[in-house]
């Protein structure tokens, strides 16, 4: 690779070598990186579009990376899928160097934005990318029915792709990403542009593909869907990983309740007086921000003593949305801005996305 470029002289310890694997143990890790950097060049400017990047994705879980556009998301799945190399540091993905054909083996992609020919039938392109893969056709004639009725299908397998909404191309791709009946899924916003019945059919089919041991790893800015999908997220930010851990650890508990009477009822004016008490309604229910756990009891304690059935009461969490923004807007305003650093960007080569 020739001597390290000067935006990366804080690797000048490393070796500069492309897809090194990682000495660590694989089981059960699927996927592996460590200081993954990739810079690109444009118009004699340099981009770095990943910047260190460390990762971990275990096996049997929904991962879920995040981030605006140009943060480096679609970088970091073509490197792990093998369609493009690291500048420095190491790539590991199922025990080898995503590089070697047969670690790509039974990994299933869908990309955003994919593609059929639209004078091909649903059914026929299915068949297309199976033979692509070298299934034998005894496999496909049953594999085909069976995914295209498992992403509502069935009854337009006949019909061409070019009289599909993008919903249903959208659950056409992920039908031919599992066709290999895949141990690793990589998915490039697989709702976008699917309504919600058939968002729901997605996240369905995401979860019981995980419960089949299948890893899947989501790329996604759709934060409601990430949160209702993945078991762990990662946040990247301009190349960088700024946050990781379980959607329960970041979306944390917060000092909001809501409280809802039985029957439909409203909660009396003169009980949401107490200092303290800050008061919002949603979903015709009752939201209060409490400066403690006393302050609710005894909200609690006023509207039994009125005889007011209570039918719920829950705990709010902070949303993933608002953990995000947060996350990066303090990465944008704090002491580690990157604001004056050259970023990728564009979605020319290799992304920068």
Not at 237 to 262: C, I, K, M, N, S
Not at 266 to 278: Q, S, T, Y
């Amino acid at each position: 690779m020739g001597t390290v470029p000067a935006t990366l002289r804080r690797f000048e310890n490393m070796t500069v070598v492309p897809n090194v694997c990682l000495d660590v143990d694989t089981l059960p890790t699927v996927i592996a990186t460590r200081r993954l950097t990739k810079e690109f060049w444009h118009w004699r400017r340099r981009l770095l579009a990943l910047d260190g990047v460390d990762l971990e994705v275990h096996r049997g879980e929904v991962f879920g990376l995040l981030g605006a556009n140009g943060a480096g998301k679609t970088t970091l799945v073509k490197i792990l899928l093998g369609l493009a190399r690291p500048t420095i540091g190491e790539v590991l993905v199922r025990g080898s160097s995503p590089r070697r054909a047969d670690a790509r083996r039974r990994i299933g992609y869908l990309p955003e934005e994919h593609r059929f020919p639209g004078y091909l039938t649903g059914d026929a392109s299915l068949r297309l990318f199976g033979r692509l893969a070298g299934a034998p056709e005894k496999v496909l004639d049953t594999r085909i029915p069976e995914l295209l009725d498992r992403v509502g299908l069935g009854e337009r397998g006949r019909d061409r792709v070019g009289r599909y909404s993008k919903g249903m191309t959208q659950r056409l791709g992920l039908a031919c990403a599992l066709l290999d009946e895949p141990d690793l899924l990589f998915l490039d916003e697989p709702t976008d542009g699917v309504d919600p019945v058939g968002r729901r059919q997605i996240r369905d089919i995401l979860l019981a593909t995980r419960e089949q041991g299948t890893t899947v790893f989501i790329n996604s800015h759709l934060l409601s869907e990430v949160e209702r999908t993945c078991d762990r997220v990662a946040i990247l930010h301009q190349g960088r990983v700024v946050r990781e851990g379980t959607v329960r650890d970041l979306t944390t508990p917060t000092q909001r309740f809501r409280l809802r009477l039985a029957e439909g009822r409203a909660v009396p004016a003169e009980h949401l007086a107490d200092d303290g008490l800050r008061v919002a309604t949603n979903d015709g229910c009752l939201e209060v921000e409490v400066a403690d756990l006393e302050t609710l009891n005894r909200l609690v304690d006023r509207l039994r003593s009125d005889r007011l059935l209570i039918a719920e009461v829950t705990p709010v969490r902070t949303a993933l949305e608002d953990v995000f923004i947060e996350v990066v807007e303090g990465e944008e305003h704090g002491p580690g801005s990157f604001e004056n650093r050259p970023r990728a960007t564009g979605h020319g080569p290799g992304g920068g996305r």
